[in-house]
Nanobody, 123 residues
Framework: QVQLVESGGGLVQPGGSLTLSCTASGRTFRTYAVGWFRQAPGKVREFVARINTNGKVQYYTDSVKGRFTISRDNAENTVYLQMNSLKPEDTAVYYC????????????????WGQGTQVTVSS
């Protein structure tokens, strides 16, 4: 079992940057792949990025490639999402999620979810 807590959301202007953090409780954090997902009002929750257990493999949805970077520090039980060149269409609640079902980007494969953090990109 693992508990996940997101932080770092807020209001930022278009072109700006934010870094989100996802901190986990539990001693088995290193066995979980972690994904970031987002959900805008009236829209389905969508995949953003994921990272494997040792941090050496990362995968991104096309719309954030080159702008977002996912990373993890297993010694600190934390996964990060660095977001650069933010656009209004990035506005959403961002969730981190953990899974022992490896290699997927779909929400139904993730077993543990955080509470979400709001990211608003607006001038």
């Amino acid at each position: 079992q693992v508990q996940l807590v997101e932080s770092g959301g807020g209001l930022v202007q278009p072109g700006g940057s934010l870094t989100l953090s996802c901190t986990a409780s539990g001693r088995t954090f290193r066995t979980y792949a972690v994904g970031w997902f987002r959900q805008a009002p009236g829209k389905v929750r969508e995949f953003v990025a994921r990272i494997n257990t040792n941090g050496k493999v990362q995968y991104y949805t096309d719309s954030v490639k080159g702008r977002f970077t996912i990373s993890r520090d297993n010694a600190e039980n934390t996964v990060y999402l660095q977001m650069n060149s933010l656009k209004p269409e990035d506005t959403a609640v961002y969730y981190c999620a953990g899974t022992t079902i490896y290699g997927y980007s779909s929400t139904d494969k993730y077993q543990y979810w955080g509470q979400g953090t709001q990211v608003t990109v607006s001038s």
